[in-house]
Nanobody
Framework: VQLQASGGGLVQAGGSLRLSCAVSGFTLDDYAIGWFRQAPGKEREGVSCIRRSSRGSGSTYYTDSVKGRFRIYRDNAKNTVYLQMSSLRVEDTAVYYC??????????????????????WGKGTLVTVSS
């Protein structure tokens, strides 16, 4: 199983980036995919998640700070999940990771996406938002 995150970079505040998580070893029909981020000196934070779905988009989760600005979606044919990030803020600067809990649904408890529930992790991709 391999998850490969890409698409990070340097962008000015207010700009946009699209992150990709290419999955191999299982299909998006099988498991949910989540995005986490970790800023320097801070704990890892769950950002977004999309439930498995063999048809349609699957239900989604967003942490409050990104609602209305980020969108998670999947391309089952490419076995890839995307995180479209818009209206980026300096505080969005972090290393972003994609991960899978190896189950159908997104492990959300008390409105938090739980990192400890993830079985597979990709290497991170750095997003830097400048002011």
């Amino acid at each position: 199983v391999q998850l490969q995150a890409s698409g990070g970079g340097l962008v000015q505040a207010g700009g946009s980036l699209r992150l990709s998580c290419a999955v191999s070893g299982f299909t998006l029909d099988d498991y949910a995919i989540g995005w986490f981020r970790q800023a320097p000196g801070k704990e890892r934070e769950g950002v977004s998640c999309i439930r498995r779905s063999s048809r349609g988009s699957g239900s989604t989760y967003y942490t409050d700070s990104v609602k209305g600005r980020f969108r998670i979606y999947r391309d089952n044919a490419k076995n890839t999940v995307y995180l479209q990030m818009s209206s980026l803020r300096v505080e969005d600067t972090a290393v972003y990771y994609c991960a899978s809990p190896a189950v159908a649904g997104c492990p959300v408890v008390h409105d938090d996406l739980i990192a400890a529930a993830m079985d597979y992790w990709g290497k991170g991709t750095l997003v830097t938002v400048s002011s």
